[in-house]
């Protein structure tokens, strides 16, 4: 599958690894948005963006969402970060391989709305 986060997974494009169990994998994002900004994906290309989550697949979020916790600890980031999931056209989703930006180390702007 011509999937950059996939060929990522199987070590063809290299990436500065921050975290890694047997179903997910966490790396520094190419270009950074915050002092802190990891991307974490599941190995397995089981879903495309949160459009696809159902019983059958939900499972995996919880354990994403539990390794975020865990680094977010790790780095340090004890005075809070934020989390994203960007999810197709509108979303400005760009890899379509299920991810989590984890954002972090300075204050985040408030807004979040529509670019004027
Ligand atoms: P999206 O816009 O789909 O939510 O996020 C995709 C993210 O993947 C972007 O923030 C982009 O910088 C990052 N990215 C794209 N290609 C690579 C790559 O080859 N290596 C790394 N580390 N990050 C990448
Ligand atoms: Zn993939």
Known sequence: ???????????????????????ILAFKDINPQAPV???????????????????SNKEILGDIFEAISKVAKELGLSDGYRIINNC???????????????????QLPEDMGVRE
């Open 1 to 23: 599958m011509d999937c950059i986060f996939c060929k990522i997974v199987a070590g063809e494009i290299p990436c500065s690894k921050v975290y890694e169990d047997e179903k």
């Open 37 to 55: 900004h990891v991307i974490f994906i599941p190995k397995q290309h089981i879903l495309t963006c949160a459009d696809d989550i159902n019983d």
């Open 88 to 106: 197709g056209k509108h979303g400005a989703q760009s890899v379509k391989h299920i991810h989590f930006h984890l954002l972090g180390g300075a």
